[in-house]
Structures are given as structure tokens and as C-alpha cells.
């Protein structure tokens, strides 16, 4: 089958899509990924055919303030939709199927109804609604009756603040415009663990949760500083926040450091601007480790709470500890908390130098370590990459419906 991929958004949006890809080029498949150039290096390197969409979304967040991220992402988007939308018209004929994720969701979505492809939505977060827990970007915890609303009126926030640039770049191509309804009823694969987050019984035939999506580590070898610092001592603690906009390198100064003492641990730079001399002597300092051949080298993570980073924590059988930014990571913060694997949900604009070291204590703890321990060998047994391909294999070659309905 020929086959064409579309996300857009940072490193932890794009990494878990390219590993589908490479998944689906290894079942024999013709793919093509459509993505942020700045994310493309890591698809590059899995031998993927890439074409880059217009934007920047590393540049768009360096500097800003967190609090200022939506509104960046949403105008980048909003931006370059037109654009996006006449690449993927351009990359689309003779596909079988358009794969889409991200910000260039509603691209995808009208891509797919301008052609008659298929459209199967490959998302990190569950977004259909359901009773058993709210909306992922929703910042508390909500009664059940009310989990439902909170997807509903999040989902149609989203849309709200997208739909004029999207119904200009229909515009341009003959679509109608869509009105205030969301887009429903199309497959949805969700790269979320069953065994973390098990599919709620409520959800509607057309929503999965296959499983993580990471390509495996095989021929990785560590640099040998790394494998030396490795072999030097105790596990170390892992530390890491991704590609987080507004990430002060202060915090590791004047908390985390604090917080580990004489502990060894290991800082992953991500995006920030970290060096190695600005840490500590036990703090050692590494760009980009597959986490998969990581953490399990580790004793526990702290990290910012992403899907992506909860989910390979998870993995690896190691307590997380989630210093929430925002977004999805509060979910996932309290998610960890439910599961017995870490008792405080903490806020990384409030977090404590005293709240962190009680919480590295609790995860040191038997209860932690042994509630990681069974939940990461029950992950360990999934196959979320060979889930999706099979998933997306019957979707796009077996006839069913593309689900580009205009309801």
C-alpha cells in the first residue's frame, strides 16, 4: 500500500509517528512522512522518505513564555495551513490511506475529504470522549458524569480556534466550510498503552489504544563516558524535560540539584541550553538516548509528564516523577498517582526543592518500585507498533469506510 503520514509539532510528536512509518515500511509498505523540519532529523535517521512542511516549531518556542505556548502552536498552525494543505494535495494521489496527527490534524482531515482518500487519525493522546477520565489537557480531575463534557468542549475549543484558517485553505481548493462540529467517526489509533491506560469500555468501534509507538534501540551503543558513568556506580536517576518551551535552567539549580544531593543522575539536554559546566560532578550530562535502552539503566525519571516520556518510564519498569509544564502532563501526573507509583502530583512553577526529595523518596520506596515493576513487564508484552500496522492495514486495504463525514 501506498501510504502518507502528516503531523506536525515538536520532537514528541513526530518521533512516535516516524517510528509508525518505519513500522509500516518494514511490513512492506510505500510511506511517506509530511512533518516539522526541525523534528525531521530523528525520521531521517530511520531511513524515512520525508518532506518538510512550512514552519519552525523550534524556533517558534524558543524564548517564550510557557503560559504562551498554545497561542504559538495555534498561530503557527493557523499560519501555514494553507500551505500544509497544498503539500499534502500535491503527496496524496495514488495513496491508500492519509495517516494524520498533530496540529496538521485538520489538514489531514480535509485532505482526505477533497480526494476520497482514506483518513485514519494516529494520535498520542485519547481524545474520544468517554466517562473514565476527562479530556488529557483538562487541568483537574473531573466526576465521571462529567469527563464526556470536558472532551466535547475541548475538542470544539480546538476547532474554534483553527476553523477560520482551515475553511480559508478549503476555500482555495473547492471544499465547503465546515461549520462548528468537530470531525467524527473516522478510525483513530491511539499510541497509548492498554496496560497503562486501558481503553475505556464506552468508546465507539473506531477508537483503539494499540500500544506505544518507539522504534527498537537494536545497534544502539553508548558512548563510553556514558558507559563509564553507567558502570560507576548506583543506578543513576534520570532527568529530562523534552522540548518544553520556557524551561528554566534555574530549576536544576536551585531544586533538582538540591533535591538529589550526592545522588548520580543523568540530565538529558532536550531542547534546553544546559552544559555540562553549569552541573554538578554527579549530574552527567547526554543530548539524545533512545529511552528504551535508557531508563532501564535508571532508578527512576523525572521528567515533565509528555506521553511519549510517561510512557517509556512506564516501559522501562521505573517510577516517574512528573514535574507537570501544562498540557497533557497533569494527566499523566495523576494517572501516575492512581497507579500507586508516585503520591503528589507536582507543578514545576510551584515544585519544591523538599516536595522533590520526598517525592524521589516515595519513589525509592517498596510500593513504587514494585507497582513500576509489574506495570512495566505488562507493557513490555505489548506490541503497539505491530498493533497499528495491522490496524492500519485492514482500515486503508480492506474497504471500510474512510469516515471524512461532515457530521
Same mark, same amino acid.
Given at each position: ?38 523534528t ?15 514552519? $519552525? ?33 500535491e ?64 475538542? $470544539? ?25 468537530? %470531525?467524527s ?15 475505556p469500555?464506552?468508546?465507539?468501534? $473506531? ?5 506505544? %509507538? ?19 556506580? =548506583? ?26 544531593? =550526592? ?17 554538578p ?31 517509556s ?16 502532563q ?5 494517572h501516575?498517582?492512581?497507579?500507586g507509583?508516585?503520591?503528589e ?23 513504587a ?13 505489548e506490541?503497539?507498533l ?6 492500519? =492495514? ?14
Amino acid at each position: 500500500m501506498k501510504l502518507l503520514a502528516v503531523t506536525y509539532g515538536t520532537e514528541g510528536d513526530t518521533r512516535p509517528v516516524a517510528a509508525l512509518c518505519r513500522a509500516l515500511v518494514d511490513a512492506g509498505h510505500d510511506v511517506r512522512l509530511l512533518a516539522d523540519a526541525s523534528t525531521l532529523p530523528f525520521a531521517d535517521r530511520l531511513g524515512l522518505s520525508t518532506r518538510p512542511l512550512a514552519g $519552525n516549531v523550534r524556533d517558534a518556542l524558543t524564548g517564550i513564555r510557557l503560559s504562551d505556548t498554545p497561542f504559538v502552536l495555534t498561530a503557527l498552525a493557523n499560519d501555514h495551513t494553507t500551505e500544509w494543505l497544498d503539500v499534502v494535495l500535491e503527496e496524496a494521489p495514488g495513496c491508500d490511506a492519509i495517516i494524520v496527527s498533530g496540529l496538521a490534524g485538520f489538514v489531514g482531515l480535509s485532505a482526505a475529504e477533497a480526494t476520497g482518500i482514506k483518513i485514519i487519525g494516529a494520535m498520542l493522546l485519547p481524545l474520544t470522549p468517554t466517562r473514565q477520565f476527562p479530556m488529557p489537557f483538562f487541568p483537574i480531575a473531573l466526576p465521571k458524569w462529567l469527563n464526556p463534557l470536558s472532551h466535547t468542549v475541548l475538542n $470544539n475549543l480546538v476547532w474554534g480556534t483553527m476553523r477560520k484558517a482551515t475553511n480559508l485553505a478549503r476555500r482555495a481548493h473547492g471544499l465547503p466550510p465546515r461549520g462548528m462540529v468537530v %470531525w467524527s467517526g473516522h478510525p483513530m489509533a491511539y499510541g497509548v498503552s492498554p496496560a497503562l491506560l486501558p481503553r475505556p469500555d464506552d468508546y465507539p468501534p $473506531n477508537a483503539w489504544h494499540t500500544g506505544q %509507538w518507539v522504534p527498537p534501540h537494536n545497534g544502539y551503543t553508548p558512548s563510553a563516558e556514558l558507559a563509564a558513568f553507567l558502570a560507576a556506580g =548506583e543506578k543513576p536517576i534520570y532527568v529530562g524535560f523534552g522540548s518544553m518551551a520556557g524551561f528554566d535552567p534555574m530549576l536544576l539549580h536551585h531544586v533538582v540539584a538540591p533535591a538529589l544531593g =550526592e545522588r548520580r543522575a543523568i540530565f538529558s539536554r532536550g531542547w534546553s541550553t544546559v552544559d555540562t559546566e553549569s552541573l554538578p560532578p554527579n549530574i552527567f550530562l547526554v543530548d539524545s538516548v533512545p529511552h528504551d535502552w535508557l531508563l532501564p539503566h535508571c532508578a527512576m525519571a523525572v521528567h515533565h509528564g509528555g506521553s511519549g516520556t510517561t510512557h517509556s518510564a512506564c516501559a522501562a519498569g521505573v517510577p516517574s516523577i512528573i514535574l507537570s509544564f501544562g498540557f497533557d502532563q497533569s494527566f499523566w501526573a495523576r494517572h501516575m498517582v492512581q497507579l500507586g507509583i508516585a503520591d503528589e502530583v507536582l507543578d514545576v512553577h510551584a515544585v519544591t526543592r523538599e516536595q522533590l526529595f520526598a517525592a524521589i523518596a516515595f519513589a525509592d520506596g517498596p510500593r513504587a518500585q514494585a507497582r513500576a515493576s509489574e506495570l512495566g513487564l505488562a507493557m513490555r508484552q505489548e506490541d503497539g507498533l505491530g498493533v497499528a500496522v495491522r490496524l492500519i =492495514e485492514r482500515i486503508a486495504g480492506a474497504g471500510e469506510v474512510a469516515g471524512h463525514s461532515m457530521s
